[in-house]
């Protein structure tokens, strides 16, 4: 006890898992001085369980863990003075009388007032109380004191996450561990996560989750789930986060204890009771469901389509079931055919959703929101804002975003994401001539929609970062904040976030601000540049490059990349016409070359690698440019980082530095593949030479091997010279070594090496016999860094690791000895002799 004390007083970082995200109400530095604080708290709860109770037992744990001053808690009291009170506004008014200014607040709003004697805290509902107690705590806990009295109400009524868990525990596209919510089939016993996930969501204001996959399994409407769900509601109620599910369309012929039919017709009228029946049967489990998410006739999914059904009837067949529960349908625009053929010059997959739901607009029931992901085709590093949203007026919309960096990064790379988000949200389509910006029609506000709002795929697992990364964080924390209010800033998010994670420490503000802030365009120098696309692998794991992937498949991610051109020629006079599907004002601009901007001209426009952008660069230059800046910018990311030791906590600190870490190494993996690919296909030569060239490297496969023999790499931008080298048995060690021919002096000795799944290879590093030090390819099959792996030498397996300031003489004498294991035969690709400040 003694010795914590002594830490916290001296300010000494004590480590932290990352399981309080923002919400660790960590102590306020002792320098910091505030004003008196009330001395108690007054809950208008009406019962226990409930976001009042809740919102009371937070402000008292809050004020404990920031101020060290124990508060009681009361659910009545004749004092109102020198307390802080929360509750609904009508419980206000019984208790106390009507507030002397009355807010003016919608559902979930809240009114903050801390310029009286007592601080008042009232909810439009007790949903609304909860958010405004949260908003309190993070003022205080960021060293906010400063006197307020605000209303503040959500831009819409649907703040939700999508999980994308599966009921086996896995989940699609996660990368923090498994399921929070499920294993074995079975919604999972202990449900503390859920709880703690919840009061996490309501911090954010987000009120409802979507807690199984798209690719839904029927058996989630098994007896024994229905009652798991009901569970999953039940520790999430308290928090005011609503449970929603995920549906399978063909659900009626899965065989399940309701009854097996031969149809899933939606207007076969044996198809409209099953669903009716299914939907009283959970809504008796769990009154308060949010809805359900549907995705049909996308990606392999059974829909309506099957039975030439529209979409409408089958989205309504849902709300019609849902509708005397309360209850919403949101329906995914994601539909599209994945079998299209390149060889047609104007099939586009961009096209699809605006094609699908040609027609429909007005025809969904009014508890249908159309949820549509922000872009045309999926989550890509930049894509235009999807037509989408221009043409439903007459239908609810919600934005569908990604948390999960399933083509960013995959959490192994930091990527800030609401900058992106916001080239969406803020987007003008002109509808009409008139100002139509789409966070203004997914509010309901632009159209006059009663319902809309946001959607955020998140897939947080059991890992006690969440996400499996401590700076992933700031996107959820962000994504709440947004899906409140998608006016707010991103640097101003992510400086609340950055306070409430790791504290005021004006070092650790400067340093993730500014790497957080060079993120998303970095990444996206580094992967796919000018509307390309990300330009991961979208056949396998997507999560390193592999650019011929987009091309040649009926998925139609397509780069039309050949020898001389590349891009996809959306307009309407020689191409797709996708252009057109955007309002007149929008479509002039794509439509024409010399008015669509540089960051999108590869979506809209085929041209020459030699075509000039507005910025005076061809295009190839610019690829090679940005790969390259992109790739010095992750550089900086982990000498940025070191500055923080000390700084912050050594758990957060080294599982941040390995990350940045591996994210540095694996840039210059992209940025060697993309460069160099391009570079092979359109012949045309780096202006500044770089390509190709690298006078600090020495091939793996140019060494004296023993036991190692060279292995050509596919594809072949995957590796240095194309080439690798493999031990040449599964169980016996090889030996690469090589004479270093550099000036004496201090140089980084990185090692590129694959780490693949299915094995753990040792490797060890020497000069001279002096040992620099040994590493194991552990960080896919221990899950250390989460991402999709892969059982090849590839880009995504491909992996740099770094001895800094190692002494170089001319003349020493470099071996690797690399033992297999499993299917992974020690492979490595090259090592590069880095003097100080060269990234090769
Ligand atoms: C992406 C993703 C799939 C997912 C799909 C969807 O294509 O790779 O895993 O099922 O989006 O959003 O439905």
């Given at each position: 006890?003694?010795c914590l004390q002594l830490l916290l007083t001296v300010g000494v970082a004590v480590a932290e898992s990352g399981i309080d995200a923002w919400l660790r109400?960590?102590?306020?530095?002792?320098?910091?001085?505030?004003?008196?604080?009330?001395?108690?708290?007054?809950?208008?709860?009406?019962?226990?369980?409930?976001?009042?109770?809740?919102?009371?037992?937070?402000?008292?744990?809050?004020?404990?863990?920031?101020?060290?001053?124990?508060?009681?808690?009361?659910?009545?009291?004749?004092?109102?003075?020198?307390?802080?009170?929360?509750?609904?506004?009508?419980?206000?008014?019984?208790?106390?009388?009507?507030?002397?200014?009355?807010?003016?607040?919608?559902?979930?709003?809240?009114?903050?007032?801390?310029?009286?004697?007592?601080?008042?805290?009232?909810?439009?509902?007790?949903?609304?109380?909860?958010?405004?107690?949260?908003?309190?705590?993070?003022?205080?806990?960021?060293?906010?004191?400063?006197?307020?009295?605000?209303?503040?109400?959500?831009?819409?009524?649907v703040r939700w996450v999508n999980q994308w868990d599966n009921l086996d525990g896995s989940i699609e596209r996660g990368y923090g561990g498994p399921s929070?919510?499920?294993?074995?089939?079975?919604?999972?016993?202990?449900?503390?996560?859920?709880?703690?996930?919840?009061?996490?969501?309501?911090?954010?204001?987000?009120?409802?989750?979507?807690?199984?996959?798209?690719?839904?399994?029927?058996?989630?409407?098994?007896?024994?789930?229905?009652?798991?769900?009901?569970?999953?509601?039940?520790?999430?109620?308290?928090?005011?986060?609503?449970?929603?599910?995920?549906?399978?369309?063909?659900?009626?012929?899965?065989?399940?204890?309701?009854?097996?039919?031969?149809?899933?017709?939606?207007?076969?009228?044996?198809?409209?009771?099953?669903?009716?029946?299914?939907?009283?049967?959970?809504?008796?489990?769990?009154?308060?469901?949010?809805?359900?998410?549907?995705?049909?006739?996308?990606?392999?999914?059974?829909?309506?389509?099957?039975?030439?059904?529209?979409?409408?009837?089958?989205?309504?067949?849902?709300?019609?079931?849902?509708?005397?529960?309360?209850?919403?349908?949101?329906?995914?625009?994601?539909?599209?055919?994945?079998?299209?053929?390149?060889?047609?010059?104007?099939?586009?997959?961009?096209?699809?959703?605006?094609?699908?739901?040609?027609?429909?607009?007005?025809?969904?029931?009014?508890?249908?929101?159309?949820?549509?992901?922000?872009?045309?085709?999926?989550?890509?590093?930049?894509?235009?804002?999807?037509?989408?949203?221009?043409?439903?007026?007459?239908?609810?919309?919600?934005?569908?975003?990604?948390?999960?960096?399933?083509?960013?990064?995959?959490?192994?790379?930091?990527?800030?994401?609401?900058?992106?988000?916001?080239?969406?949200?803020?987007?003008?389509?002109?509808?009409?001539?008139?100002?139509?910006?789409?966070?203004?029609?997914?509010?309901?506000?632009?159209?006059?929609?009663?319902?809309?709002?946001?959607?955020?795929?998140?897939?947080?697992?059991?890992?006690?970062?969440?996400?499996?990364?401590?700076?992933?964080?700031?996107?959820?924390?962000?994504?709440?904040?947004?899906?409140?209010?998608?006016?707010?800033?991103?640097?101003?998010?992510?400086?609340?976030?950055?306070?409430?994670?790791?504290?005021?420490?004006?070092?650790?503000?400067?340093?993730?601000?500014?790497?957080?802030?060079?993120?998303?365009?970095?990444?996206?120098?580094?992967?796919?540049?000018?509307?390309?696309?990300?330009?991961?692998?979208?056949?396998?794991?997507?999560?390193?490059?592999?650019?011929?992937?987009?091309?040649?498949?009926?998925?139609?991610?397509?780069?039309?990349?050949?020898?001389?051109?590349?891009?996809?020629?959306?307009?309407?006079?020689?191409?797709?016409?996708?252009?057109?599907?955007?309002?007149?004002?929008?479509?002039?601009?794509?439509?024409?070359?010399?008015?669509?901007?540089?960051?999108?001209?590869?979506?809209?426009?085929?041209?020459?690698?030699?075509?000039?952008?507005?910025?005076?660069?061809?295009?190839?230059?610019?690829?090679?440019?940005?790969?390259?800046?992109?790739?010095?910018?992750?550089?900086?990311?982990?000498?940025?980082?070191?500055?923080?030791?000390?700084?912050?906590?050594?758990?957060?600190?080294?599982?941040?530095?390995?990350?940045?870490?591996?994210?540095?190494?694996?840039?210059?993996?992209?940025?060697?593949?993309?460069?160099?690919?391009?570079?092979?296909?359109?012949?045309?030569?780096?202006?500044?030479?770089?390509?190709?060239?690298?006078?600090?490297?020495?091939?793996?496969?140019?060494?004296?091997?023993?036991?190692?023999?060279?292995?050509?790499?596919?594809?072949?931008?995957?590796?240095?010279?194309?080439?690798?080298?493999?031990?040449?048995?599964?169980?016996?060690?090889?030996?690469?070594?090589?004479?270093?021919?550099?000036?004496?002096?201090?140089?980084?000795?990185?090692?590129?090496?694959?780490?693949?799944?299915?094995?753990?290879?040792?490797?060890?590093?020497?000069?001279?016999?002096?040992?620099?030090?040994?590493?194991?390819?552990?960080?896919?099959?221990?899950?250390?860094?989460?991402?999709?792996?892969?059982?090849?030498?590839?880009?995504?397996?491909?992996?740099?690791?770094?001895?800094?300031?190692?002494?170089?003489?001319?003349?020493?004498?470099?071996?690797?000895?690399?033992?297999?294991?499993?299917?992974?035969?020690?492979?490595?690709?090259?090592?590069a002799v880095l003097p100080k400040g060269v990234v090769d």
């Amino acid at each position: 006890m003694l010795c914590l004390q002594l830490l916290l007083t001296v300010g000494v970082a004590v480590a932290e898992s990352g399981i309080d995200a923002w919400l660790r109400y960590a102590p306020l530095p002792s320098s910091s001085s505030h004003p008196a604080l009330p001395s108690h708290i007054v809950a208008l709860n009406t019962s226990m369980n409930n976001p009042v109770h809740i919102a009371g037992v937070e402000i008292q744990k809050g004020i404990a863990s920031i101020f060290g001053k124990n508060l009681s808690v009361a659910s009545q009291s004749q004092q109102a003075a020198s307390s802080i009170i929360v509750g609904t506004v009508s419980d206000y008014a019984v208790a106390f009388g009507h507030p002397a200014k009355t807010p003016s607040l919608e559902p979930d709003g809240f009114w903050l007032n801390t310029t009286g004697e007592a601080v008042q805290i009232l909810g439009q509902n007790e949903r609304g109380a909860l958010y405004g107690a949260f908003e309190y705590l993070s003022m205080l806990a960021q060293g906010n004191f400063s006197k307020v009295a605000y209303a503040s109400n959500p831009s819409a009524p649907v703040r939700w996450v999508n999980q994308w868990d599966n009921l086996d525990g896995s989940i699609e596209r996660g990368y923090g561990g498994p399921s929070i919510f499920f294993e074995n089939g079975l919604v999972v016993d202990n449900l503390d996560r859920v709880s703690e996930y919840a009061r996490l969501l309501a911090s954010i204001r987000i009120n409802a989750v979507v807690v199984n996959n798209v690719n839904a399994n029927a058996s989630l409407l098994s007896p024994a789930n229905v009652e798991g769900l009901g569970r999953l509601a039940d520790a999430m109620r308290p928090y005011g986060v609503q449970v929603g599910i995920s549906l399978n369309f063909a659900s009626p012929t899965a065989n399940l204890t309701y009854g097996n039919l031969s149809t899933f017709d939606p207007l076969d009228k044996g198809v409209i009771s099953w669903w009716t029946n299914v939907t009283d049967t959970i809504y008796r489990r769990v009154p308060d469901m949010a809805g359900y998410l549907v995705k049909a006739n996308s990606e392999g999914q059974p829909g309506p389509l099957t039975y030439n059904r529209t979409l409408a009837q089958g989205a309504n067949l849902f709300a019609n079931t849902l509708k005397p529960h309360g209850g919403i349908l949101m329906f995914r625009a994601f539909v599209y055919d994945n079998h299209i053929n390149e060889s047609d010059w104007k099939a586009d997959r961009a096209n699809a959703a605006v094609d699908f739901f040609q027609g429909l607009d007005g025809k969904f029931a009014d508890n249908v929101i159309v949820q549509i992901k922000y872009g045309p085709i999926d989550f890509q590093v930049r894509e235009p804002a999807s037509p989408l949203f221009a043409h439903l007026q007459n239908t609810s919309t919600a934005i569908e975003l990604e948390v999960t960096q399933e083509y960013l990064g995959q959490q192994c790379h930091l990527v800030y994401l609401p900058p992106l988000w916001k080239t969406v949200l803020d987007f003008d389509m002109r509808v009409n001539h008139k100002p139509s910006l789409v966070r203004d029609i997914i509010s309901g506000k632009r159209f006059g929609r009663p319902l809309g709002g946001s959607a955020a795929v998140v897939n947080v697992g059991t890992n006690n970062t969440w996400l499996g990364s401590h700076l992933s964080m700031s996107n959820l924390y962000a994504y709440g904040r947004l899906a409140w209010n998608p006016a707010d800033d991103p640097q101003i998010m992510l400086q609340d976030w950055i306070r409430l994670t790791f504290g005021p420490d004006p070092a650790v503000m400067k340093t993730i601000t500014s790497l957080s802030m060079a993120s998303w365009p970095a990444y996206e120098n580094y992967s796919g540049n000018l509307g390309i696309q990300t330009l991961t692998d979208i056949l396998y794991t997507h999560f390193g490059p592999n650019p011929q992937t987009e091309d040649g498949n009926g998925w139609g991610q397509w780069t039309r990349a050949d020898h001389t051109t590349i891009g996809m020629d959306r307009t309407v006079s020689n191409g797709t016409g996708f252009s057109g599907q955007y309002p007149a004002e929008v479509a002039t601009v794509y439509e024409n070359i010399s008015t669509t901007p540089d960051n999108l001209v590869l979506w809209f426009h085929h041209v020459n690698y030699t075509h000039k952008l507005h910025s005076g660069k061809t295009v190839i230059q610019h690829f090679y440019d940005a790969h390259y800046d992109g790739a010095d910018t992750a550089q900086t990311f982990v000498t940025q980082w070191e500055e923080l030791k000390g700084k912050v906590d050594e758990e957060r600190y080294n599982e941040t530095l390995f990350r940045l870490t591996f994210q540095a190494g694996h840039s210059i993996v992209w940025r060697d593949a993309i460069a160099n690919y391009y570079h092979n296909l359109s012949g045309i030569a780096d202006s500044a030479g770089r390509v190709g060239k690298h006078p600090w490297r020495i091939q793996a496969e140019s060494m004296t091997l023993d036991g190692y023999v060279p292995y050509t790499v596919s594809p072949f931008e995957a590796a240095s010279n194309a080439t690798g080298i493999v031990t040449s048995s599964n169980s016996t060690t090889g030996t690469a070594s090589t004479m270093l021919n550099f000036p004496n002096g201090t140089y980084d000795l990185a090692v590129n090496y694959f780490d693949m799944i299915g094995g753990t290879s040792r490797w060890q590093v020497s000069i001279n016999n002096r040992t620099i030090g040994s590493w194991i390819g552990d960080n896919v099959d221990t899950g250390r860094l989460g991402h999709a792996p892969s059982a090849y030498l590839d880009a995504h397996s491909a992996t740099r690791i770094t001895f800094r300031n190692v002494t170089i003489a001319k003349g020493d004498v470099l071996k690797i000895v690399g033992t297999p294991d499993g299917i992974e035969p020690a492979p490595l690709d090259y090592i590069a002799v880095l003097p100080k400040g060269v990234v090769d």
